[in-house]
């Protein structure tokens, strides 16, 4: 009798041992939710191409879970395909023409608008090119001129109202050669397609192919802003206003930078 007592209080001991370390163990490792994958789409102005690249690179070492695809474009390109109801979560647009007609529409989240970055618009050619600023642009030997479409390319509006404050305008018109957007007419002169081309100062710092001859006066267009909002249809507005708020952070600053952009602090 004595025996089997024993041998059951050794069994209930087991039985209880056991239990603790189950219980111990769930508690060490408890399941821990995974962040679901969240997809943005961020439409941008085609001038900013390779510094977003950088930055989408360095947000996702942060933030792995947030996938970003870029829509690069002319502005006005880009403000049309979201009027018509293209997928867009955010957009950076190069000129405050396009903002303005989207939230004369309704169709960005008005508070989360802000002035992004600054530019300059500088005249470029090949490396071996004779040309010095924009009256040589006059001579007989100068045959074509790119510039970005004006009435879509808020670098090629730049252009048009910097040429016409230096009296070239109309003088130049059977030079001209138009561009979809700012990064042809810097493969435009690259190529050597055309002498010479109007562009970002951001767009003549990414390319080894061509110089920069001349700086438009700061008082023959205006101010360039890039201006960026959240699209008012996006379903990631808390995901889209994060990244925003990261392209407005030091950290981006700094690669805007580089390559050429005045980062706007505020």
Request: glycine share 6%; net charge positive; with cysteine.
């Amino acid at each position: 009798m004595k025996k089997l007592l024993a041998f059951t209080l050794i069994i209930a001991l087991t039985l209880s041992v056991c239990t603790g370390c189950t219980g111990t163990k769930e508690q060490a490792a408890p399941t821990q939710p995974e962040a679901k994958p969240v997809y943005l789409t961020i439409s941008a102005a085609a001038s900013l191409k390779d510094a977003a690249e950088e930055l989408k690179g360095l947000y996702a070492k942060k933030h792995p879970y947030v996938n970003i695809t870029y829509n690069f474009g002319a502005s006005g390109t880009l403000q049309k395909q979201i009027e018509e109801g293209a997928p867009a979560d955010l957009f950076i647009s190069a000129g405050k023409k396009q903002m303005d007609a989207l939230a004369e529409k309704d169709l960005i989240v008005k508070e989360s608008r802000k002035d992004l970055l600054g530019n300059e618009l500088v005249l470029i050619t090949q490396k071996d090119s004779k040309i010095t600023g924009f009256e040589d642009l006059l001579k007989p030997k100068v045959e074509k001129v790119s510039i970005g479409t004006p009435e879509s390319v808020p670098a090629g509006q730049y252009a048009k109202d910097a040429l016409t404050s230096m009296k070239l305008w109309n003088k130049l018109q059977p030079k001209l050669v138009l561009a979809k957007d700012v990064r042809q007419v810097l493969t435009y002169v690259e190529t050597g397609n055309v002498a010479a081309g109007l562009v970002y100062n951001s767009d003549a710092v990414t390319s080894k192919d061509v110089k920069v001859v001349a700086t438009a006066p700061s008082d023959s267009h205006k101010p360039i802003l890039y201006p960026m909002a959240v699209v008012k249809n996006t379903k990631q507005q808390k995901a889209a206003k994060e990244f925003a708020a990261f392209l407005s952070g030091e950290e981006a600053a700094r690669v805007f930078e580089k390559y050429g952009f005045k980062a706007i602090k505020k």
